[in-house]
T-cell receptor
Framework: GAVVSQHPSWVICKSGTSVKIECRSL??????MFWYRQFPKQSLMLMAT?????????EQGVEKDKFLINHASLTLSTLTVTSAHPEDSSFYIC??????????????FGPGTRLTVL | GENVEQHPSTLSVQEGDSAVIKCTYS??????FPWYKQELGKRPQLIID?????GEKKDQRIAVTLNKTAKHFSLHITETQPEDSAVYFC??????????FGDGTTLTVKP
């Protein structure tokens, strides 16, 4: 149980285009999902907290108009990187909390999406 | 906000030796402390966690200790094996579920 998927696993796009990344909880309901970004050899940096049915909460320094987050259902959150630039190239990972079996605050991570902007 | 510091950034041990990684946190509201192992290009994998009402937890070769007063917690790996080589992250989390990660420790276990 507690499986989180992400799609796509990798994407290459041209500078100026937009890219959408999906995060799904496959076998549980997640009221809260988190989006992280991880640059090579660095830690996971929280970008935003995505709550089902409400606006996402962005961390300081993260542009909400550039990183659009939608959490329309208890099993799906999407991150759209708008007008992507090479500096947005990174590993994007989502995580989700299981409402019913919250082992304290345990999060379940998706496999990540490698974004490369040319 | 929460600030998590992790040391050392790199750690090299001989197979069979023990490895210890230490973290400190700043927010007294943090009450959940997971440790993750991450291999290159993969998702973080939870290896052990501890809650703020517990001082120590052990799972086979892995143990975690928590000193709530001093706001620090440590990961102990005994009888290390080459397959333990990876990057390890500590994290501190509040009831809101938001986690702050340490900068990571690259552990190398030499055969």
């Amino acid at each position: 149980g507690a499986v989180v998927s992400q799609h796509p696993s990798w994407v290459i796009c041209k500078s100026g285009t937009s890219v959408k990344i999906e995060c799904r909880s496959l076998d549980f309901q997640a009221t809260t999902m988190f989006w992280y970004r991880q640059f090579p050899k660095q830690s996971l940096m929280l970008m935003a907290t995505s709550n089902e049915g409400s606006k996402a909460t962005y961390e300081q320094g993260v542009e909400k108009d550039k990183f659009l987050i939608n959490h329309a259902s208890l099993t799906l959150s999407t991150l759209t990187v708008t007008s992507a630039h090479p500096e947005d190239s990174s590993f994007y990972i989502c995580s989700a909390r299981d409402l019913l079996t919250t082992k304290y605050n345990e999060q379940f991570f998706g496999p990540g999406t490698r974004l490369t902007v040319l | 906000g929460e600030n998590v510091e992790q040391h050392p950034s790199t750690l090299s041990v001989q197979e069979g030796d023990s490895a210890v990684i230490k973290c400190t946190y700043s927010d007294s509201a943090s009450n959940y402390f997971p440790w993750y192992k991450q291999e290159l290009g993969k998702r973080p994998q939870l290896i052990i966690d501890i809650r703020s009402n517990v001082g120590e937890k052990k799972d086979q070769r892995i143990a975690v200790t928590l000193n709530k007063t001093a706001k620090h917690f440590s990961l102990h790996i005994t009888e290390t094996q080459p397959e333990d080589s990876a990057v390890y992250f500590c994290a501190a989390s509040t009831n809101a579920g938001k986690s702050t990660f340490g900068d990571g420790t690259t552990l190398t276990v030499k055969p």
